[in-house]
């Protein structure tokens, strides 16, 4: 076995180990704490790969966790963060405008899915709150570091030296980011997660592997959907 071949397949089965983990432990807690399975899902398998790349000798810090570095790189973080969210909520309006233009579904109604997880937010501070804390602490950093950070890059040595490798490595972890969200949102959260999983991927490559710029975009991103559902507005 080549030394390519051994690390594709090493990347494969990790890939594969961390998808497991995640959906099998987000399965098992359903029954019991369905609001909450997929944040703590999400930190059981994060959990689990911290201590793997550790015992492996790598670092988040490798996999864009970082420091920013020069000023050049201070710099940028405002452009990248402005730039990340133009990008969610472009990609996430406009699929979500070509889905209801091709009867997908009706733009204006949220998802079942979506009011049984988040509707007692509406007016309720305390509870507002604590969904927005998830979201920086869940959504914004762990679903960036798990699917940004550590898929890509496991996704980037599975497809090495394939045919359009890079375009593989984003394509992978943002399909499996849309199925993460089917569970509540359905069909239009699939396909409109997914496309903004493709498209947060891709910045991750283009801003070098840095992740924090994508993370305060989500996180900002998140913010204002949560705060439109507190003030019962549009979104």
């Keep these: 076995m080549t030394e390519q071949t051994h690390s594709r397949l090493r990347a494969a089965v990790e890939l594969t180990a961390g998808v497991t983990i995640a959906f099998g432990t987000k399965a098992a807690l359903d029954p019991f704490i369905w609001k909450f399975s997929g944040p703590i899902s999400l930190a059981v398998v994060l959990t689990v790969a911290t201590l793997y790349l ?3 000798g790598e670092t988040w810090a490798q996999l864009g966790l970082r420091n920013p570095g020069g000023w050049k790189s201070w710099a940028l973080l405002l452009p990248q963060i402005l730039l990340g969210v133009v990008v969610i909520l472009g990609v996430g309006a406009g699929t979500a405008m070509l889905g209801d233009t091709f009867g997908l579904w009706q733009t204006g109604a949220l998802p079942d899915g979506v009011e049984d997880r988040w509707g007692d937010i509406r007016g309720n501070l305390a509870v507002y709150l604590l969904w927005l804390a998830l ?7 762990g679903e960036e570091l798990f699917f940004r950070g550590f898929m ?3 996704a980037e040595r599975v497809t ?3 045919p359009l490798a890079l375009f593989l490595a ?6 499996i980011f849309g199925i993460a969200h089917f569970y509540y949102q359905g069909l239009r959260g699939l396909i409109v997660t997914g496309l903004i999983g493709l498209s947060l991927g891709t910045l ?3 801003y070098k592997r840095n992740l924090w710029p994508l993370i305060v975009a989500h996180g900002l991103v998140d913010t204002l959907g949560f705060t439109a559902l507190y003030l019962d507005a549009d979104w």
Excluded: E, N, T
């Excluded at 979201?135 to 950093?141: D, E």
């Design 204 to 206: 991750y490559l283009v």
């Design 54 to 56: 550790h015992a492996r």
């Design 135 to 141: 979201a920086w602490v869940s959504a914004g950093f």
């Design 170 to 175: 984003v394509l992978i972890p943002a399909a």
């Design 160 to 162: 090495q030296g394939l």
């Design 152 to 154: 890509v890059s496991r």
